[in-house]
C-alpha cells in the first residue's frame, strides 16, 4: 500500500500535490487529541464558538485568490467559477453561524406546575467529516461548522484530489485561535479511513461521495451504533412544462448539467421536455452549448474545463457511447471544441435525445458533460419518469404555475423540489436525499439535530 498521497492535476498531468500518509501513531494520536479537547469545546459558551469560527471563515475568504487558483489546478474547474466557490463557502458559514442560537436552543414543553422540564441538544462527541473533491469548500464546511457550533470537535478526512482544501481549513483555523485538537485534518488512506470509523473515539460521520463509498463507511460502523449521515450524489431530472419560460428554461437547465464539467451531485442529467416545446428547446439547448469554450481552465476565456482524470473521462465516453449503441443520437460534434481528446480529461458537452431509461444515461449517475432529454405528452408521464430512478436527491419544474408546481412536487421522490431553478444548495434549507442519494441532513435548523444528542431534563421542584 502506497504511503504517499499524490495528485495529478487534470489539466495537465502534472502532480499537483505530494504528502504523505498519516501513519497509525499519528492517527491514534490525533484522535486522542480530538476526544480530550471536545470535553472542554462544548462547555465553552456558543458565543465564543461563534465568534472562532467566524474569525475562522474571514482568515479563508481573505485568501480568496489563492484558494481558487489551487482548486482549479487540483480539480480542473475554470479560474473564472473557483472563486464563487469561496463565496458560497462563506455564505453557508454565515448562515449556520447566525441561526445557531435557535437551533441549539433548549426545547422546553408546556409548562407543568411543580416540574421544570426542557431537552438540551448536547454534542454528539467527535465528528469524522470526510469530504469529496468536487465542490470540496462547499461540502466540507456543510459539516463543519455546524459541528463545531454545537461542541463537537471535528476531524476532517479530505478526498486525495483536494488534500490542500482540508489544509487550508487548518491553517484558518489555527489563525482564529482555535484550541489545539478542536479541528484537526488527516490525510489517510481508504483503509485507514475505514480504521478511524471503527474507532471509538468517533461518535458521528458525515460523508459526501459515491454510493459505493457509502455503503463502505456504512460497513466501517456497523455495530458502533454511531449517527452516519451519508450524501451519495443522483441522476437529477428536470421537466418542462408547456406554459415554461422557454429561454429561462433552456440557460437554466444547460448551466445545470455542464456546470463544473457536470460534476455535480445535484446536476441535470435527465431533461423532460412537453412535446410542444421539445423541438425549439432541443434547437436552443444546442446552440448554448456550442458556445461553451472547453480549454485549460486556468485561461480566463475557458467556461469548460477539463474532467477530474482521464479515467473519468473515459468512463463518460463509455456511457454516450452505451447509450449511442442502443439508439441514442449525440446531438454535439465534439470536432466544435478543439481540446476534446480521446484518452485526456478534455471531453466536449454533449446532449443526447432518443434516450430511453434502458440507457445507464437515463438510469444512473453520469458524473459528467452530459445529458439526456425526452419528450413527455404531460404532467403524469412527466412524474412517472422522474420517479423511475434510484435516485432522489433534486427535482425541478419549470413552469408559470405555482400551484402546479407544489402539485407536482407533492408526487416526486426527492429531497429537495425546484421550480424554474436547480443544481443549487440553500444553506437555510435541509440538503438530504432519498433512495440511493443518501440519508440524513445537512445545513439549515433541521441540520443541527444530526450533530447533537437530545438530553432531556425532568427535575421535581415540590
Not at 8 to 25: H, T
Not at 306 to 328: C, F, L, Q
Request: aromatic share 6%; charged share 20%.
Amino acid at each position: 500500500m502506497t504511503q504517499e498521497l499524490i495528485t495529478i492535476s487534470p489539466i495537465d498531468g502534472s502532480v499537483a500535490v505530494q504528502r504523505r500518509y498519516a501513519s497509525s501513531d499519528e492517527i491514534q494520536a490525533a484522535l486522542t487529541r480530538a476526544k480530550l479537547a471536545q470535553r472542554s469545546w462544548q462547555t465553552t459558551p456558543l458565543a465564543t464558538r461563534s465568534a472562532l469560527v467566524t474569525s475562522a471563515v474571514k482568515a479563508m475568504v481573505s485568501q480568496k485568490d489563492a484558494i481558487a487558483e489551487e482548486l482549479t489546478r487540483q480539480m480542473g474547474r475554470p479560474i473564472r467559477y473557483t472563486p464563487g466557490e469561496i463565496d458560497g463557502f462563506e455564505a453557508r458559514a454565515r448562515h449556520m453561524i447566525a441561526i445557531a442560537g435557535e437551533a441549539l436552543a433548549d426545547v422546553v414543553p408546556p409548562a407543568i406546575d411543580g416540574y421544570t422540564r426542557f431537552i438540551k441538544r448536547t454534542p454528539v462527541g467527535v465528528v469524522l467529516v470526510v469530504a469529496p473533491w468536487n465542490y470540496p469548500l462547499l461540502t466540507a464546511v456543510n459539516a463543519i461548522v455546524p459541528a463545531l457550533l454545537a461542541g463537537n470537535t471535528v476531524l476532517l478526512k479530505h478526498s486525495a484530489q483536494t488534500p490542500l482544501v482540508a489544509e487550508r481549513f487548518a491553517a484558518a483555523f489555527h489563525t482564529a485561535g482555535l484550541p489545539d485538537g478542536v479541528f484537526q485534518h488527516l490525510h489517510t488512506t481508504h483503509h485507514d479511513t475505514s480504521r478511524m470509523i471503527r474507532s471509538p473515539e468517533v461518535n458521528f460521520v458525515c460523508f459526501t461521495g459515491s454510493v459505493a463509498g457509502g455503503v463502505a463507511i456504512e460497513k466501517a460502523a456497523v455495530g458502533r451504533f454511531i449517527g452516519v449521515g451519508l450524501e451519495l450524489g443522483g441522476n437529477d431530472p428536470a421537466y418542462v412544462r408547456a406554459d415554461a419560460d422557454l429561454a429561462h428554461a433552456v440557460e437554466t437547465l444547460v448551466d445545470g448539467a455542464f456546470f463544473n464539467s457536470g460534476q455535480s451531485c445535484c446536476g441535470i442529467q435527465r431533461i423532460y421536455v412537453h412535446r410542444s416545446l421539445f423541438k425549439e428547446f432541443i434547437a436552443r439547448a444546442v446552440a448554448l452549448t456550442n458556445q461553451y469554450v472547453l480549454g485549460d481552465p486556468l485561461d480566463p476565456q475557458t467556461t469548460l474545463g477539463p474532467v477530474v482524470s482521464t479515467r473519468a473521462a473515459a468512463g463518460i465516453r463509455a456511457i454516450v457511447a452505451e447509450a449511442i449503441g442502443k439508439g441514442a443520437t449525440g446531438l454535439i460534434d465534439a470536432r466544435v471544441f478543439a481540446a476534446n481528446k480521446v484518452r485526456t480529461p478534455y471531453m466536449a458537452p454533449q446532449i443526447l435525445v432518443d434516450v430511453d431509461h434502458s440507457m445507464k444515461i437515463m438510469a444512473d449517475e453520469c458524473f459528467g458533460p452530459v445529458c439526456g432529454v425526452m419528450p413527455v405528452a404531460d404532467d403524469d408521464e412527466a412524474i412517472r419518469l422522474m420517479n423511475d430512478s434510484p435516485y432522489g436527491l433534486t427535482a425541478a419544474v419549470f413552469t408559470r404555475d405555482v400551484e402546479a408546481a407544489l402539485r407536482i412536487g407533492d408526487r416526486i421522490e426527492t429531497g429537495t423540489w425546484f421550480m424554474n431553478r436547480c443544481d443549487y444548495l440553500d444553506p437555510a434549507l435541509a440538503w438530504t436525499g432519498v433512495k440511493h442519494s443518501g440519508r440524513g441532513v445537512t445545513l439549515s435548523n433541521i441540520g443541527f439535530e444530526h450533530l447533537t444528542q437530545a438530553k432531556s431534563y425532568h427535575l421535581k421542584i415540590r
